[in-house]
T-cell receptor
Framework: DQQVKQNSPSLSVQEGRISILNCDYT??????FLWYKKYPAEGPTFLIS?????DKNEDGRFTVFLNKSAKHLSLHIVPSQPGDSAVYFC?????????????FGDGTTLTVKP | NAGVTQTPKFRILKIGQSMTLQCTQD?????MYWYRQDPGMGLKLIYY???????DKGEVPNGYNVSRSTTEDFPLRLELAAPSQTSVYFC??????????FGPGTRLLVL
């Protein structure tokens, strides 16, 4: 049973437009959510996170929205740039209860076309 | 500050061979993790450690072993390589504040 799901394996957007990546989770114990970005032949790097006490967190062009009742979060990238083309992983954890372990989704490959 | 380093970058093993994937971090993080990533899939946790001398199984531990004798090093051992262990392996570390820092990965091919 996959606890963190990214239902769109891929997404293609035009440069300058908005990219919206979605993530759903099933475990109500999750209270901290992270997005990681991964380029080919590199390890994932942390992008942005959100605690369950918030419903939005913004960092420059990146905004994460959390809808706890729907167990859904999304990552918005505005404006999208070709350098944003990468695989994006959603991750969820139960803060301070499980050795910092995160459960990862399968990733969404974002392609930003010039 | 190199962060998390992994060696080797790439390795081909024959079925039944063994090897150790090395992982070192220089951030003085207590928590360390080993993941595998199969094509088109997410990261599956193999083993993790909350400090030197303490390790525990993750989601997919079968066929692997780990040790944590120092804060810096967290090697992953494959004893009898099988084709199902063909994957990309990532090591990560964390201060415990949820954000994990990943190494560049080791690509392993078992033939």
């Amino acid at each position: 049973d996959q606890q963190v799901k990214q239902n769109s394996p891929s997404l293609s957007v035009q440069e300058g437009r908005i990219s919206i990546l979605n993530c759903d989770y099933t475990n109500s114990m999750f209270d901290y959510f992270l997005w990681y970005k991964k380029y080919p032949a590199e390890g994932p790097t942390f992008l942005i996170s959100i605690s369950s006490i918030k419903d939005k967190n913004e960092d420059g062009r990146f905004t994460v929205f959390l809808n706890k009742s729907a167990k859904h979060l999304s990552l918005h990238i505005v404006p999208s740039q070709p350098g944003d083309s990468a695989v994006y992983f959603c991750a969820a954890s139960a803060y301070n209860t499980n050795a910092g372990k995160s459960t990862f989704g399968d990733g969404t490959t974002l392609t930003v076309k010039p | 500050n190199a962060g998390v380093t992994q060696t080797p970058k790439f390795r081909i093993l024959k079925i039944g061979q063994s090897m150790t994937l090395q992982c070192t971090q220089d951030m003085n993080h207590n928590y360390m993790y080993w993941y595998r990533q199969d094509p088109g899939m997410g990261l599956k946790l193999i083993y993790y450690s909350v400090g030197a001398g303490i390790t525990d199984k993750g989601e997919v531990p079968n066929g692997y072993n780990v040790s944590r004798s120092t804060t810096e090093d967290f090697p992953l051992r494959l004893e009898l390589a099988a084709p199902s262990q063909t994957s990309v392996y990532f090591c990560a570390s964390s201060s415990g504040a949820q954000t994990q820092y990943f190494g560049p990965g080791t690509r392993l091919l078992v033939l």
